[in-house]
C-alpha cells in the first residue's frame, strides 16, 4: 500500500500526461503496454455452474496447501481455461487498477481525438535485459539470480501454477506489429483493442524452474509450499486475436529462450 502513490502517480498520471500532449501535438496512434493483470485470475469452468470467476483465495485455504481456486457457487474444483480477451476485467491489486486505468484512459482518448489505440496484455514477458533486483522483476528473473548464485530456485505454492512466458523479442515484434496496423487501420470503433500477447504454450512455474536449472546446470528447484497473498493461480492465453489481427506469431519456443535466457546476462536496474 505504500507504493499506491508511486504506482497511480506514474502509471494513471503518467498516462494523463502524455495522451494529452498526444491530443496537443496530434499524435492518432498508440500502442499501449498494458498486462494480462487486468484480467485477475484466468478463465474456469465448473461442471455445474459453467463459466465463472473465482473469488481471491483466502489465506487459510493456501496455508493449507489448497492453492486450486474453488466455484463461488458450489466450491467445487475447477477447470481452468485461455482467458479471452473479451473476459471482463476483475484487477486485483493496485498495480492492476493502474493498468486498467491506462487502457480506459487510452480508450476516451481515442474516441474524443479521432485517433487509434491497441492494447497489448503482455503475459509474463523474459529474456536479456531483465532486471534482477527490484520488485517488479519477474521469476524467471529470479529463478536465474539465485541459479547463477549457486542456490536453488524456490518454487511457491506447489508449483502447479500456470503461465505463458513470452519471450522479450516477440513482444517487441508484437509493438511493431501493432503499431503499423493501427497507423493504417480505420479508428478502432470502442477507441481501443486489446490482445493477449502470449506465447501460446503455457508451463507450470515448477516447470519453467526445471528447464531454466537444467539449462544453468544450476541445482533442482525446491518446492516450498510458500505462498504470495493476491497472487493468481493459473493465468494463460493463446495469441489467436493477435495472429489475426496483427499477423503475430510467436517464434522463440520454450525451450529455446530459457536456454538462451539460461546464458545472457541479467542485468541490475
Ligand atoms: C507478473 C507481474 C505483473 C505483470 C505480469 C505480466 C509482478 C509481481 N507481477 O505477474 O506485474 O503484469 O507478470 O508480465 O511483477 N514465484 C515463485 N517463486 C518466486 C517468485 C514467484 O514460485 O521466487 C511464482 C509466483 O508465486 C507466481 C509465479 O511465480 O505464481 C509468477 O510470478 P511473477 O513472475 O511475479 O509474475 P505474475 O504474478 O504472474
Redesign the pocket.
Known sequence: MSDLPGYTSANVQGTAVLLAEMARAGVAVLVLAS???VYGEGAYACERHGPVRPRPRPEDALRAGHFEPACPGCGRPLTPGAVAEETPADPRNV?ADTKLAQEHLAASWARATGGSAAALR????YGPRMPRDTP?A??AA??RSRLLDGREP????DGG?R?DFVHVRDVARANVLALERVAAGPPEPGGLRAYNIASGEPRT?GAMAGALAAACGGPEPRVTGGY?LG?VRH?VARPDRARRELGFSPAVAFADGMAEFARTPVTSS
Open positions: 498486462s494480462m493483470v498495480y503482455y503475459h509474463n514477458v517488479y519477474g521469476v529470479i529463478f524456490l518454487v511457491f505454492e501454477q503461465r512455474i504470495r497472487d493465468i
